[in-house]
């Protein structure tokens, strides 16, 4: 959904919850990371994301142990959200600092994406890097960061399902 901003509009896909779990039954700390920029353009709040995303975990198993979200957009329409920053992805930031606060080695970890941002968020932070099937392959979000728009994931996968099980075989 492009702008979450209502609980409505949360759609769990087939599988996620079974993709989810196997993971986690692996020892994976599985933690979203996602851009907001509902927050800058005034839509949601940061505390209304923190209710969405806690809307998403339970509709998706309550597996995903964490969120971390960037609330900025280069051109927010919100002057307080207005800013490049570190932590929208396709930087690195967020990644960073998922890192530093739960100890997490990122060349042993995965970044799982349908966007070439997202690809080049986990390259450049030196995730393994999944891209999944979607509409939005091959969309570039406006971040003020120059990036790699050809970042080439280390694998391609139908779902997330598919993408959990190519982990699993590379344990």
């Known amino acids: 959904i492009d702008l979450l ?8 896909l087939p599988r996620v919850n079974e993709a989810l779990k196997r993971l986690k039954a692996k020892g994976f700390l599985l933690i979203g990371v996602t851009n907001q920029p509902s927050v800058a353009r005034g839509l949601v709040t940061e505390k ?31 002057e307080a959200y207005r800013k490049v920053c570190v932590c929208r992805k396709p930087a690195p930031g967020m990644l960073l600092k998922v890192s530093k606060n739960h100890h997490v080695d990122l060349k042993n970890s995965w970044l799982i994406g349908d966007m070439r941002g997202d690809i080049a968020a986990g390259k450049s932070a030196g995730c393994q890097t999944i891209m999944i099937k979607s509409p939005n392959n091959e969309k570039i979000i406006e971040s003020g960061v120059d990036f790699d728009t050809h970042a080439e994931p280390d694998l391609y996968a139908e779902d997330l399902f598919e993408a959990s099980q190519l982990i699993v075989r590379r344990l």
Do not use: M, Q, T, W
């Not at 901003?5 to 769990?12: L, Q």
């Open 48 to 78: 209304e994301v923190d209710h969405l995303n806690e809307l998403i975990n339970s509709k998706s198993g309550n597996y995903i142990d964490k969120f971390y979200f960037c609330p900025h957009h280069p051109n927010a329409n919100l």
């Open 5 to 12: 901003h209502r609980r409505k509009d949360i759609i769990i």
